[in-house]
DNA sequence: ATAGAGATTGCCT
DNA sequence: GGCAATCTCTATA
């Protein structure tokens, strides 16, 4: 079966039922008059709605910078971090939800000499989209994209689907980064990928510890 | 108005 | 392992 476009109705789902589905498919980078530059999702967090989730852009309400979170899923959400980086969430849920999920890490395919030449301080094959900041910078994405449609095949970024990740090779654990909500296992991520970010989440599906 | 923290990365010791 | 770079939002005045 081809690659196609994700069905924007398969992200109206919690984001945390969600982000693990996100595991496998493609994010792919088709901008007019450049060469395609594509990975497939190893690695995503969940992040909840208004006064849900502490963690989350949207937990006090809707601000010009986190609008496009409130807006109909499969849209792209993308945010400067640090205000040195670019982040890049899937929009999920229904309409008006606020609930997104944050790509944190992908398996290059298309175009890792594109990759390569817009992340020069990468030294290894695994430095260069494993960490969110990382992939929007191999995959050229800024504040211009941030409510780009990812389910229009028109669009400059797209997700299309991609091979299934049997229930029991995904790991999870605790978000990367934050300080509030802490306690909630909701970063995903393929086992065992070299993509995958650090700390790698070990926990199974059953929350056992993996090794 | 001003200050401090933040969903990160890379360089330094 | 520590820490700087530097934009957006929130809290406090």
Redesign the pocket.
């Known amino acids: 079966m081809p690659q196609r476009l994700v069905d924007r109705d398969s992200l109206a789902g919690s984001a945390v039922e969600v982000a693990p589905r996100l595991l496998g498919c493609r994010l792919v980078a088709a901008r007019p008059g450049q060469p395609v530059v594509s990975g497939v999702i190893v690695e995503t ?1 969940a ?1 909840g709605g208004v006064g849900d989730d502490e ?4 937990f ?2 809707r ?4 609008a496009v ?1 409130f807006g109909p899923a499969g849209r792209l ?1 993308v ?7 670019w ?1 890049a ?1 899937v929009v999920v849920g229904a309409d008006g939800d606020g609930t ?1 999920v ?1 790509v944190r890490a992908l398996s290059p395919r298309m175009g890792v000499d594109v990759m390569e030449s817009r ?1 020069p ?2 030294r290894r094959a695994s ?1 260069l989209t494993s ?5 929007c910078a191999a995959l050229g994405i800024d ?1 211009s994209d941030d409510g780009v449609d990812l389910c229009d095949s028109r669009s400059p970024l797209q997700l299309r689907t991609g091979r299934h990740i049997d229930r029991t090779a995904i790991r999870r654990g605790p ?6 909500a802490v306690d909630r296992p909701w970063r995903f991520a393929i086992a065992d990928d070299p993509n995958v ?1 650090r700390p790698r989440p070990r926990l199974t599906d059953e929350g056992e510890s993996d090794r």
């Open positions: 967090e992040y963690a989350s852009h949207t006090r309400g601000t010009e910078r986190n979170m959400y945010y400067r971090i640090y205000g040195m980086h982040c969430n997104a944050l992340r301080k990468a430095d960490g969110p900041g990382k992939l504040g978000r990367v980064g934050i300080t509030k970010s």
